[in-house]
């Protein structure tokens, strides 16, 4: 549904999307910043639910324990053994 609308806008932020947006006319530029908003939520939504499921997985799996000096030695040896087989 599209409304007439009657605003004070800071001129100089529309020509500056205008540019950032490549639109025609301040109408498509105003319509496209409000588009790119949007579309910001959802993905930040989306984000958001994926963090969650995460964070659940790893609490539910309880306490593990990592030691990184582990994986890099355990990935020195295993770059060491793919050197040697190139020889």
Do not use: C
């Amino acid at each position: 549904m599209l409304k007439y609308k009657h605003m004070r806008l800071n001129q100089e932020k529309i020509q500056k999307a205008q540019r950032i947006l490549k639109a025609k006319t301040e109408t498509e530029t105003l319509d496209k910043a409000l588009d790119r908003v949007i579309l910001q939520d959802r993905e930040r939504i989306r984000r958001k639910k994926i963090m969650k499921r995460i964070t659940d997985l790893r609490r539910s799996l309880g306490k593990t324990r990592e030691d990184p000096a582990l994986w890099i030695h355990l990935a020195r040896e295993e770059r060491e053994v793919s050197h040697d087989s190139r020889r």
